[in-house]
C-alpha cells in the first residue's frame, strides 16, 4: 500500500508542479477560471455487485454523490481541474444475486455492505475541440476526456442480524490483524485512478453544463469487506466477539430463511460439516460442505472500482482585462 501511496504523491506532484509551466505558452488573456456543482449518480463492481464488470456495473444499488469543481483552462485543449466530492455505494449478495448454477453461492454468501466515500482529486481535462479565442468565443459543444489521480476515505458498514448497521473494519470479518492468521489490515485511507469521458454544453456567456461519466480504478478489494478466504469464527468469537463471527460468515443466515437454499445445500452440496470438512458431531459451529470452512474461498484478487455518473454545472469567471503599457 505504501507503494501504492507514494506512486500516486510522484504522479500528483508533477501533474500539479506542470500547470506553471504549460501556462506559460498559452496567452493569459485566453486563461480562465471557474468553479462547479456535481451532482452524480454513484456505482460500485466487486464482489457484491451482480455484474462484476466496469463496463456495466448493477444499477440496483446506485446512490448519490455530490460534489465541488475549481476549473484552470490553461491550453486550448487543455483544463486543470479540482474536486472533492461525497457519495455511497451498496451492494447486496441476497437481493441480487440469482439462483442460477453460476450465482447461487453468492445468494448464499448473504453479505450486504454499504460505504461513505470522502473523495479529493486532481485531474487534467483535455478537450477533443479546442477553443484557440477567448472564452466567449468557447464551441457550443466540446467532447472530452479526463485522467488523473485522487485520495479517498471509505469505512464499510454492514446489516446486522439485529438490522444495525456496524462498522465492518473493526470486526476483522477475515481475519485481518487476528493472530496466526497471516491476513493484513486493509487501509481506510486509499489512492485510485480516475478516468473518463464527458460532454459540455455552452449554456450562456459564463455557464457550462456538462455530462460526465468518471470510473476510479482502486488500489483495495476491501470497499466491500469481502476479498480473501473464511476464516476461522472460534478465532474471530475469541478476538472480537459474537458478533464479528456473525458477520464473517452469513450463510446459515441465508439458509435459515431460504427453502431453496437449504435443498441446494442438502442435496447438491452435500450437506453440512464441522471446522475444515470434518464429520459435525452436534457441537460448535456448522458449516456448509466445502463451502465456507475456515480457509475456503470468499472473495476474489480483483480490486473493486467505483464509478460516478452525472451532471457538472460550471460558472466562468471573466479573466481580467490586460490593459497595454505605454511608456513615457
Known amino acids: 500500500m505504501k507503494r501504492y501511496k507514494f506512486t500516486g504523491l510522484i504522479f500528483f506532484v508533477l501533474l500539479a508542479g506542470s500547470i506553471d ?3 506559460q505558452n498559452f496567452s493569459k488573456k485566453y486563461r480562465y477560471k471557474g468553479i462547479g456543482l456535481n451532482i ?13 464488470s466496469f463496463l456495466s ?17 490553461i491550453k486550448p485543449h487543455l483544463a486543470i481541474r479540482g474536486n472533492v466530492s461525497y457519495g455511497r455505494i451498496k451492494g447486496d449478495d441476497y437481493k441480487n444475486a440469482s439462483y442460477s448454477i453460476e450465482d447461487i453461492h453468492r445468494k448464499m454468501r448473504n453479505v450486504n455492505f454499504r460505504n461513505e466515500i470522502y473523495e479529493i482529486k486532481l485531474d ?8 484557440y479565442m477567448d472564452y466567449r468565443k468557447r464551441p457550443d459543444f466540446t467532447p472530452y476526456v479526463f485522467f488523473g489521480i485522487a485520495y479517498f476515505h471509505h469505512n464499510p458498514q454492514g446489516l446486522s442480524p439485529d438490522n444495525e448497521w456496524v462498522y465492518l473494519k473493526p470486526l476483522s470479518t477475515e481475519g485481518q ?44 478489494d476491501y470497499l466491500d469487506d469481502v476479498g480473501g478466504v473464511y476464516s476461522d469464527k472460534d478465532l474471530i468469537r475469541k478476538e ?12 446459515m443466515e441465508a439458509l435459515a430463511k431460504d427453502a431453496h437454499l437449504k435443498d441446494f445445500v442438502e442435496n447438491r452440496q452435500g450437506g453440512y460439516v464441522a471446522k475444515n470438512n470434518g464429520d459435525y458431531d452436534g457441537t460448535g459451529d456448522l458449516y456448509i460442505n ?24 460550471v460558472y466562468i469567471f471573466p ?8 511608456r513615457r
Not at 452524480?40 to 462484476?52: A, C, I, L, T
Not at 456495473?57 to 455530490?66: A, E, W
Not at 487534467?124 to 477553443?131: E, F, K, P, Q, S
Request: with cysteine; glycine share 10%.
Open 21 to 23: 509551466s504549460i501556462a
Open 240 to 251: 472480537k466477539g459474537y458478533l464479528a463471527a456473525d458477520m464473517s460468515d452469513r450463510a
Open 57 to 73: 456495473p448493477s444499477i440496483s444499488h446506485t446512490k448519490y454523490n455530490i460534489g465541488f469543481a475549481y476549473l484552470y483552462k
Open 177 to 220: 490483524g487476528l493472530p496466526g492468521t497471516g491476513v493484513k489490515e486493509y487501509s481506510l485511507h486509499q489512492i485510485a485512478i480516475p478516468f473518463g469521458f464527458g460532454v459540455r454544453y455552452k449554456l450562456a456567456r459564463y455557464w457550462d453544463l456538462g455530462f460526465e461519466i468518471g470510473w476510479r480504478y482502486t488500489f483495495t
Open 319 to 326: 479573466p481580467k482585462v490586460i490593459c497595454p503599457k505605454f
Open 40 to 52: 452524480n449518480s454513484m456505482n460500485y463492481v466487486g464482489e457484491v455487485d451482480p455484474s462484476p
Open 124 to 131: 487534467a481535462v483535455i478537450d477533443l475541440v479546442g477553443n
Open 290 to 313: 466445502s463451502y465456507n470452512t475456515p480457509g475456503a474461498k470468499r472473495g476474489d484478487k480483483n480490486k473493486d472500482w467505483y464509478i460516478l455518473t452525472g451532471f457538472h454545472l
